[in-house]
């Protein structure tokens, strides 16, 4: 039985303050261990956060990362800072980097591979536009980026890696998917590993369903049977995302 995991995406939002006193007020709230947990703040929120999650269940990861060990990449961050913090995930090709800070598949499958060898987690995030859900290329497109995602990452690796299905189209809209139209994206996720790998795989790794989840609709989407949980932006900067955790 795969475990489900709900992770929260701050984005470009909070101050290390503001974080403390986010994860305070969460702290007392989330204490199942049935989910897993994350959190993941803004690079320079990390320190604090990772102090103020200690003796909790809540993980933390980072947002982003670059795929070289280090360099001269002005303005990066590479997997050994986030190692050596005690970051354990992180988020890799959001579609809001794909769409302002040029990431492709190419990189995110850069950066998954690199991310693996360091032993952080990678989120890897995939989803299509409006448009490409109305030319009807939604399967394509989503098969294909978990595909090229994936490439050169060994069984072993794949089974720890976690797929956030996320439709930019629901991403800050309100407009979340239908639970059958996150289902049929995350089946044929968990469809295309199975392909590329085998049963066996596609049955560990955990598919996330990401875009305008709330507390109102983690319920149904949670409970769906290839959704293994949920990245979760606007709503995960609030108390609120303590219901979504417990969203049972
Ligand atoms: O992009 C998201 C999480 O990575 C989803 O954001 P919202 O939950 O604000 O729609």
Same mark, same amino acid.
């Given at each position: 039985m795969r475990k489900k995991i709900v992770a929260g995406n701050w984005k470009m939002n909070m101050t290390p303050a503001k974080a403390v006193e986010l994860i305070d007020s969460l702290k007392n709230e989330i204490n199942s261990n049935e989910v897993d947990v994350v959190v993941c703040p803004p690079f320079v929120c990390l320190p604090a956060v990772l102090e103020a999650v200690k003796g909790t269940n809540i993980a933390v990861g980072a947002q982003n990362m670059h795929?070289?060990?280090?360099? +001269?990449?002005?303005?990066e961050i590479a997997p050994s800072m986030l190692v050596e913090l005690g970051v354990k995930y992180v988020i890799i090709g959001h579609s809001e980097r794909r769409q302002?800070? +040029?990431?492709?598949d190419q990189t995110v499958n850069k950066k998954t591979l690199k991310a693996l060898e360091h032993g952080l987690v990678p989120v890897v995030c995939v989803g299509e536009s409006l448009e490409e859900r109305q030319q009807g290329v939604t399967i394509d497109l989503v098969r294909l980026q978990t595909k090229i995602a994936l490439k050169d990452v060994t069984a072993e690796d794949a089974k720890k890696v976690v797929i956030a299905y996320e439709p930019i189209w629901a991403i800050g809209t309100g407009m979340t998917a239908t639970s059958a139209q996150a289902e049929e994206v995350c089946a044929a996720i968990r469809q295309v590993i199975a392909e590329v790998y085998s049963k066996e795989v596609a049955d560990e790794v955990r598919v996330q369903y990401g875009g305008s989840v709330n507390g109102g609709n983690a319920n149904e989407l949670f409970n769906m049977?290839?959704?293994?949980g949920g990245l979760v932006g606007? +709503?995960?900067?609030?108390?609120?995302f303590a219901s979504i955790v417990n969203y049972k």
């Open positions: 795929f070289e060990e280090n360099g +001269a990449y002005t303005g302002y800070f +040029a990431e492709t049977g290839n959704i293994d606007g +709503a995960s900067l609030k108390p609120e």
